[in-house]
């Protein structure tokens, strides 16, 4: 929730890597994501790389969308019906 | 791949809100988006005057500044006042006002604090002044806890006893749960925190599907990534169906990050916590375990105990359960500004009041948007 | 001299003050009017029909040496741009220092280095200069101000007053990267970067501007607070709406990384090169092709417009299409975190 944004991996020395952010470098901690390798994409926060960043599944995302927006299938198998919502309060008049 | 570029393409924006249109045809939606970071890029991008008018968005307590309550807020300014210590912090604490004053002040008037990025910036300054006693504010959700946790470890590994936390870190499904608990705000689906489950997984939020039959999608944060969870709930309200469907698949997987919850979990552990707007809510905030009790800057220091007062008037508490929207509080732009804030709700960047006082939009009627479909 | 450093003595007024002025300024700011080392310049009126600017700048800068600058860049400049916001030409300038005991004088001399290669750009005289040293822990290593007088040619009538509805609204340089510049360097957000900070002298891109373009109504350069607290400026003093585009905005992309990473809108950081020109929009192309042929103006854009609309606030819109309030900044520009 909090700002992350993604950085590219550029040399890994230990639990510390050069990381890129456009073509801002920093050297960033490993700690919660021994598993990166140089190369990869991660989100980084407060100094923590926290997540892989996977180009396929940012690629796959944009084509379905560029395709038909519309139909891209719910990605879930765990659906299961809902009692009607209480009719939620009319929006405030702006 | 420049990600952020990709997800801000306008034109695949415009055809999602034409497509969120014709699905939500003219039924009344209510989405909670609960994360600061979603109100504010939903403000920053306009994407509120975007939506059709029978969809609501509500902002939700994923604000941690803003939840953060009074009296910790006091007990970490009075910190900075004590002569030894150095407090180090994120930005965003330094404005937010406290019964006497804030950390800004409290830094005019002579406390020592210092902002940095990294935690480890704190670990490394208190390494460098061995004669500082450095007490990092530890402030937010399961994004910011593992590092704040791996900084603690850090410091035990170099031998760093200078080094403390106070922690007002929390955990973000009880805050989630405590809103439907409350029964304040209808909701028929939530927009749920991208950065927290990249960290967590979605495990963390089917307790919204398995037990509250409520719908909810996990999303990014660039505008495309918005709008596709939103298209992505209303389809599933439109299909009756309570589900966790994961739309920033790029970040987030079921299972998180392990490595992190891991180090998480081995520094902190759940304690009942003052949410401010909610008051106390049990095993919702993270204490640091007693094995670390070294680094725990409540058992190091006396904390003040002088009486902590919410400022008169502040409504950030209803703001934060989503029962109002800022402008309904009656300081929101008056007496209450981002020069002049009364609640961290307008000082965060994460605040719905300060999202909604920069972002002001310009309603349809003076200035027609220029919408298709 | 051989200090190192500046002592209270260096103040006090006697050999030592008058050694540190020759030596640090004298021999850098050579001209006839300096040089007759009096207690007051004295200078010639400007020719018939021409008016006189007269602007001042405080400059205290951490650090005072970065990429693209220093304070003492800083210190010319600012006052310099202040004049050319008003189309005057620069012509002199006055420069007071405090210095704190203790400031190692390599430093001052590097300072004055720089100011001296700053004020020849500018094509400005440094006439007058005072000097005092405060005792150590008292000041912040070195606070400069400059004040400097320009001659402001017949017939050129611009300033905020002078905004039109219908005024083309162009800026002439990418903006966010002074500020981001300074801030990277900011112990604990220290980034390596391309970043470098736009500091320059805007009286010459400006001169070429009124040769093409007469009749520009309003010029202000966006330092503190960035572009959107400088048109939040002129729209309240002129009483007009502002309409400007996001996308429109230019933004290197070292800056641009910098303000996602620290969570900053570009349009709040500060410049100290770039400026915007409001222009009847009969002369904007003019304007345009003018900026884009000067160095300081490579990148040189239209960003929106003047309006009747909505008078003293911005208004802009988002790249989604959707419009929103733009406020000045409020308090500090803080890097958010969480």
């Known amino acids: 929730m909090c700002l992350a944004v993604p950085a590219r991996v550029l040399a890994i020395d230990g639990v510390l890597a050069e990381v890129e952010f456009g073509s801002l470098r920093r050297t960033i901690s490993l700690q919660l994501l021994p598993q990166a390798q140089v190369g990869d994409y991660v989100l980084v926060h407060t100094g923590f790389a926290i997540s892989i960043i996977d180009p396929d599944e940012a690629r796959l995302t944009l084509e379905l969308l560029k395709q038909m927006g519309d139909l891209e299938p719910l990605d879930s198998d765990e659906m299961r019906p809902v009692r009607p919502a209480r009719p939620p309060k009319p929006p405030t008049t702006p | ?373 | ?338």
């Not at chain 2, 499904?173 to 749920?192: K, T, Y």
């Not at chain 2, 944060?221 to 439109?238: C, G, H, N, S, T």
């Not at chain 3, 309006?307 to 406020?327: C, F, Q, S, W, Y």
Request: net charge negative; glycine share 10%.
């Open chain 3, 1 to 338: 001299m051989s200090a190192q450093r500046i002592t209270l003595a260096h103040g006090a007024g006697g050999r030592l003050t008058q050694q540190l002025i020759h030596e640090v300024f004298g021999s850098r700011f050579r001209n006839p009017i300096l040089e007759q080392m009096n207690d007051a310049a004295v200078l010639a009126p400007p020719k018939a029909g021409g008016r006189l600017a007269f602007a001042t700048d405080g400059h205290v800068v951490s650090p005072l040496f970065f990429p693209g600058g220093s304070i003492g860049d800083l210190a010319v400049y600012g006052t310099v741009n202040d004049l050319a916001m008003m189309g005057a030409r620069p012509r002199w300038l006055a420069a007071s220092f405090v210095i704190e005991e203790g400031f190692p004088l390599k430093d001052l001399r590097r300072i004055a280095d720089d100011m001296a290669a700053a004020a020849q750009r500018a094509e400005a005289l440094l006439v007058a200069g005072d000097t005092k040293v405060v005792e150590r822990g008292k000041g912040d290593g070195v606070y400069i101000s400059v004040a400097g007088v320009g001659v402001i040619p017949a017939g050129v009538e611009i300033g905020a007053s002078h905004a039109r509805p219908g005024d083309v609204i162009l800026l002439n340089a990418p903006i966010a990267a002074h500020g981001m510049t300074i801030m990277t360097l900011r112990e604990g957000l220290d980034f390596q970067s391309d970043l470098r900070s736009d500091a320059a002298p805007l009286n010459g891109i400006v001169a070429d501007l009124l040769a093409a373009a007469p009749d520009v109504h309003t010029m202000r350069d966006a330092t503190r607070g960035g572009l959107a607290t400088t048109l939040n400026e002129l729209a309240q003093a002129a009483q007009v709406g502002i309409q400007i585009e996001e996308e429109a905005i230019p933004v290197d992309e070292a800056a641009r990384s910098a303000c996602e990473l620290l969570g900053l809108d570009p349009v709040y950081v500060a410049n100290e090169g770039a400026f915007v020109a409001f222009v009847p929009p009969e002369e904007a192309e003019a304007a345009l092709t003018t900026l884009r042929a000067h160095p300081l103006g490579q990148h040189a854009c239209r960003i929106g417009h003047v309006t009747a609309d909505h008078p003293g606030r911005v208004v802009m819109e988002t790249p989604l299409g959707a419009k929103r309030i733009l406020p000045p900044l409020s308090g500090d520009l803080l890097p958010r975190i969480c």
């Open chain 2, 1 to 373: 791949m420049r990600f952020d570029a990709a997800f801000r393409d306008p034109a695949l924006a415009r055809e999602l809100i034409a497509a969120i249109h014709r699905l939500a045809d003219d039924r009344p939606l209510a989405f909670m988006e609960f994360c600061g970071g979603h109100t504010h890029a939903i403000m920053q991008f306009g994407i509120r005057q975007l939506m059709p008018p029978n969809l609501r968005l509500l902002s939700g307590p994923g604000c941690p500044v803003c939840v953060t309550s009074q009296r910790d807020i006091d007990q970490a300014i009075a910190l900075a006042e004590v002569p030894e210590v150095t407090v180090a912090t994120f930005g965003d604490m330094v404005r937010v006002p406290g019964t006497r004053f804030t950390l800004q002040e409290a830094a005019a008037n002579g406390g020592d604090v210092r902002i940095v990025y990294s935690p480890l910036d704190a670990v490394q300054y208190a390494h460098d002044h061995p004669r500082e006693q450095v007490v990092f504010l530890g402030v937010g959700f399961e994004t910011t806890a593992p590092g704040v946790a791996a900084s603690i470890l850090t410091a035990r590994a170099r031998g760093i006893r200078n080094y403390s936390v106070f922690s007002m870190h929390k955990y973000t499904p009880p805050g989630m749960r405590a809103i439907l608990d409350a029964g304040e705000v209808c909701l028929n689906g939530v927009l749920g925190p991208g950065h927290v489950s990249s960290i967590t997984g979605v495990r963390w939020w089917r307790f919204l599907p398995d037990v509250y039959n409520m719908p909810v999608v996990i999303a990014g944060f660039e505008p495309v990534d918005i709008l596709l969870a939103i298209q992505a709930l209303v389809r599933l309200v439109v299909a009756g169906k309570a589900a966790a469907v994961n739309t920033y698949r790029r970040s987030v997987s079921e299972a998180g990050n392990r490595a992190a919850i891991g180090i998480m979990t081995q520094v902190f552990e759940p304690a009942d916590a003052d949410w401010r707007g909610f008051g106390v809510i049990p095993e919702s905030g993270m204490a640091i375990r007693p094995t670390y009790r070294a680094y725990d800057a409540r058992a190091r220091f006396a904390l003040s105990e002088v009486p902590s007062r919410e400022p008169p008037g502040c409504r950030c508490g209803d703001v934060l359960r989503g029962v109002i929207e800022p402008p309904e509080c009656p300081l929101f732009g008056q007496a209450c500004t981002p020069e002049r804030p009364k609640g961290p709700c307008m000082v965060s960047d994460e605040g719905a009041c300060s999202a909604f006082y920069l972002y002001q939009s310009v309603t349809l009627e003076d200035h027609p948007t220029t919408l298709s479909g």
